[in-house]
């Protein structure tokens, strides 16, 4: 899959609403969707949406709750240094 480049596009934080609220967007324009917004099974807190634009190129929409992340590694949950990873540092304002 050389064929295949990604590319990344990060703006502010977007909440679990919001993540909703484009998946309710992309049904009423027709957009094909390739997974509805669901909680990953590996990683709390970690909600995305998957959708094709008009081109063809796949879109992700994610929501990170930090929190629950937090919580399920001081509940003894398994959260390793690449699940971590997968999150922007956080910061205020």
Same mark, same amino acid.
């Given at each position: 899959? =050389?064929? /295949?480049?990604?590319a990344t596009?990060? !703006? !502010?934080?977007?909440?679990?609403e919001?993540? &909703?609220e484009?998946y309710?967007?992309? /049904?009423?324009?027709?957009a094909?969707?390739h997974?509805p917004?669901?909680? =990953?099974? =590996?990683?709390?807190g970690? @909600?995305? %949406?998957?959708?094709? =634009?008009? &081109?063809?190129? !796949?879109?992700?929409? @994610?929501? *990170?709750d930090?929190?629950?992340l937090? *919580?399920?590694?001081q509940?003894?949950?398994?959260?390793?240094?690449?699940? %971590?990873s997968r999150?922007?540092?956080? !910061?205020?304002?």
């Amino acid at each position: 899959m =050389d064929h /295949l480049k990604r590319a990344t596009a990060r !703006r !502010r934080e977007i909440s679990r609403e919001e993540v &909703d609220e484009a998946y309710q967007r992309c /049904l009423k324009a027709g957009a094909r969707i390739h997974f509805p917004p669901e909680e =990953d099974r =590996d990683i709390p807190g970690y @909600v995305e %949406l998957f959708f094709f =634009d008009p &081109d063809g190129f !796949r879109i992700e929409i @994610v929501h *990170q709750d930090l929190k629950a992340l937090a *919580q399920a590694g001081q509940e003894g949950g398994e959260v390793t240094a690449e699940e %971590l990873s997968r999150f922007p540092e956080q !910061r205020e304002g």
